[in-house]
């Protein structure tokens, strides 16, 4: 059983689509984020939600835009996609006591073309 | 803000050999948390270990043992009896201790190689 899942795990897309990724996680935490790595390897927060609550809104352009139906998924949408989109997206989820630390999905690299 | 640093870009090593990874970070915090993450070509992001900031014993993890001090706010990874499949991109995180939703702040990576 996988513990924080997203989809798609690749994702070519053109220049200018809106497109969306999802991520599910089954451990029952209160917390869900998402983070940016780029093409250099470094790991970014954009955004983090408790109990479908935004908490964490990091300097993001307004073409993304999350939303969690539950706290269980937190899906991440991208409008108007640009090159520059181009990384590795993580899901992550945590419990109210953060010292375990994350649980991270398996990523999706999206690819603008 | 916290910063993490990680000066050692690249690290090659033999199999069966010691390793040591370097980190420092910088914080006005006297509670908080550090980790290192693995991520090896597949992609996924693995803890290795983590180190409470109010422990004075470095945590250890089998083969993986920290280098914790608070003072000089280091936190180096040691890497036992190297083997290839730890092999991977290695990355050290902080994360202030909060009642849950804190961020973790990850330093720039260090990219190890064990050869055979």
């Known amino acids: 059983d996988t513990a924080v899942s997203q989809t798609p795990k690749y994702l070519v897309t053109q220049m200018g689509n809106d497109k969306s990724i999802k991520c599910e996680q089954n451990?029952?935490?209160?917390?869900m984020y998402w983070y940016k790595q780029d093409s250099k390897k470094f790991l970014k927060i954009m955004f983090s939600?408790?109990?479908?609550?935004?908490?964490i809104n990091e300097t993001v352009p307004n073409r993304f835009s999350p939303k969690s139906p539950d706290k269980a998924h937190l899906n991440l949408h991208i409008n108007s996609l640009e090159l520059g989109d181009s990384a590795v997206y993580f899901c992550?989820?945590?419990?109210?006591?953060?010292?375990?630390?994350?649980?991270f999905g398996s990523g999706t690299r999206l690819t603008v073309v | 803000a916290q910063t993490v640093t990680q000066s050692q870009p690249e690290m090659s090593v033999q199999e069966a050999e010691t390793v040591t990874l370097s980190c420092t970070y910088d914080?006005?915090?006297?509670?908080?948390?550090l980790f290192w993450y693995k991520q090896p070509p597949s992609r996924q992001m693995i803890l290795v270990i983590r180190?409470?900031?109010?422990?004075?014993q470095n945590a250890t993890e089998n083969r993986f043992s920290v280098n914790f001090q608070k003072a000089a706010k280091s936190f180096s990874l040691k890497i036992s009896d190297s083997q290839l499949g730890d092999t991977a991109m290695y990355f050290c995180a902080f994360m202030k201790r909060n009642f849950g939703n804190e961020k973790l702040t990850f330093g720039t990576g260090t990219r190890l190689t064990i050869i055979p």
């Open positions: 914080t006005s915090e006297n509670n908080y948390y």
């Open positions: 992550a989820s945590s419990p109210r006591t953060s010292n375990s630390g994350y649980t």
């Open positions: 451990l029952g935490h209160d917390t």
């Open positions: 939600y408790n109990n479908k609550e935004l908490i």
């Open positions: 180190q409470e900031a109010y422990k004075q």
